[in-house]
């Protein structure tokens, strides 16, 4: 199912918010939300720093 | 082609228009399919006949062919016109508040009947009177399972905020909202804040902690919306919040500071003398034909626009005093008066043309044309408090075309003494004489008294008629 939006931006936080002050169902649903951003943010991390780290190599004269 | 009003034109997908006195929405087929959803259901049905929705009739295919639309709308739905426009940023406190009590009411039954309005603007509401009236009926969606209320922050900035400055700070609103149309982003909201301010109802969570997660969570890269709903985000969390903003809101109360306008017939003598006879003159001129639009410009505490009321569809109350405009309009309320409607106007600067190139918000002059002007105890203030010239504000007066009251101090007045006694007298204009030269450029004058306190004379002034017969 599509979601509606609004024809304006609702700020994320604003958002994050509603779930927050909604009990302690809430509360699980802003844990459950935390856990999958830091779960994505941290593969990105990790991609991010395997890549710094790679070896680059330069021919020689 | 139909000409859209100049200020819908943020949603898409449900656009106003004007055509005959009469107000129009135009759907597009997505609008006009939640629109046939929401009009069946017995939400909305009690809305309506409880009055907090405006009267609405969808047209026949018949009567909407009359109209040349842009190809995306199918459908056109006819609104009770409202008498009088006006906007959050003219209204008191209690009228704000009470807008938005009834925006959380519809909010609430539609969550309820598994709708949610797209939008949480107070433009939204409109007061026929005293009675507020929900106008925006192409603001009903249905709801999601999952999905938040995304107007949230909307209701926030435009309405929660306003309310909590003016009862916790004693800011008055109104300047904010007519300078910042958007309204007062929870950052700024907080910096009007104290620290012991953050202990009271509303402010931790709905200001602090929503500008915290705004400022922590602007750069992510995923749609909020979807992962809160995957996350396992219910419609209850939703209805918890709307009854916490109910308790909230109403649990809001401003008491107006004693002003010298609120107390003003008890303070001045010249008052309470002349009481009696400028009540006689205003109510032998307004009942000697009924009146669809009459102005009160400085009406204080609402008492000659009580008289004007009974002769007239729909008096404007305007005052700058904002103490003087919830005190009548409490009482207004109470009564559930609907011939009057008070405003926030300061006269020497009234609501100009707002928002996008200037059309979004119309001046105050651009939404109605006054029958009957009562402009008593006010052009003193003008000419020797807001140095305004006598002949502009004749002239002024003037350019509304309609018949005018006019109430004048002389220089001998009390009153006039004291808005001159520090001040060097530059305002020779200011006598009856140069009044009457102005007044007979653009009027007749069929009837003018003296009052009983004595430097005062009231004029009952009638546009000339043209030779074309035009006023």
């Given at each position: 199912m599509n979601l509606p939006f609004a024809y304006f931006d609702p700020s994320a936080g604003s958002l994050l918010l509603q779930a927050l002050v909604g009990g302690f169902g809430g509360i699980v649903v802003v844990g459950r939300y935390l856990w999958t951003q830091y779960l994505g943010n941290g593969a990105a991390q990790s991609a991010l720093s395997s890549s710094r780290e790679m070896p680059v190599h330069i021919p020689s004269r | 082609m139909v000409q859209f009003d100049s200020g819908s034109f943020r949603d898409r997908s449900s656009r106003v228009f004007l055509h005959d006195d009469a107000v129009f929405r135009a759907l597009t087929a997505e609008s006009k399919a939640t629109w046939d959803k929401a009009s069946q259901s017995s939400f909305f049905q009690n809305l309506i006949s409880s009055g907090l929705i405006v009267e609405t009739e969808e047209l026949s295919v018949d009567q909407a062919c009359s109209f040349v639309l842009p190809a995306e709308f199918v459908s056109i739905l006819r609104h009770r016109r409202i008498p009088f426009v006006s906007y959050p940023y003219e209204w008191s406190f209690g009228m704000l508040r009470q807008a938005a009590l009834v925006h959380l009411q519809i909010l609430t039954e539609a969550v309820r009947g598994g709708f949610i309005l797209k939008d949480a603007s107070p433009y939204n509401v409109q007061f026929c009177g005293a009675q507020p009236v929900f106008i925006d009926l192409g603001s009903f969606t249905e709801l999601a399972p999952g999905e938040p209320w995304s107007a949230y922050r909307q209701f926030c900035e435009l309405m929660l905020f306003p309310l909590l400055l003016q009862t916790y700070r004693g800011v008055h609103f109104q300047p904010l909202l007519r300078a910042q149309l958007e309204g007062i982003p929870a950052k700024h909201f907080m910096q009007w804040m104290r620290w012991r301010d953050l202990f009271r109802p509303g402010v931790f969570v709905n200001g602090w902690l929503q500008s915290a997660l705004e400022r922590n969570t602007q750069s992510l890269p995923t749609s909020t919306v979807r992962d809160l709903r995957s996350s396992g985000f219910h419609t209850s969390m939703i209805e918890r919040m709307l009854q916490k903003l109910t308790h909230l809101v109403e649990k809001l109360k401003w008491t107006p500071e004693r002003t010298q306008w609120t107390a003003y017939d008890e303070t001045l003598p010249h008052v309470a003398d002349d009481l009696q006879a400028k009540s006689e003159f205003v109510s032998t001129v307004c009942r000697n034909k009924a009146r669809r639009l009459v102005w009160d410009l400085?009406?204080?505490?609402g008492r000659y626009s009580l008289i004007a009321a009974e002769h007239a569809d729909l008096v404007v109350a305007m005052d700058q005093d904002h103490a003087c405009i919830q005190q009548l309009y409490q009482s207004l309320a109470a009564k559930k008066q609907s011939t009057i409607l008070p405003l926030c106007v300061e006269l020497a600067n009234s609501s100009p043309a707002l928002g996008w190139r200037g059309r979004e918000r119309k001046r105050l002059e651009d939404r109605g044309r006054p029958e009957l002007v009562l402009c008593l105890g006010l052009i003193h203030h003008l000419v020797l408090a807001s140095n305004i010239p006598l002949p502009e504000v004749i002239d002024w007066l003037a350019s509304f075309g309609g018949e005018i009251i006019l109430e004048f101090p002389t220089k001998e007045d009390d009153m006039v003494k004291a808005l001159l006694r520090n001040k060097r007298d530059q305002y020779s204009d200011y006598s009856l004489d140069r009044l009457e030269f102005e007044l007979l450029k653009r009027f007749e004058i069929p009837w003018r008294r003296s009052l009983p306190s004595g430097a005062r004379t009231l004029f009952h002034a009638v546009p000339k008629t043209r030779p074309d017969g035009a006023a």
């Open positions: - | 400085g009406c204080n505490d």
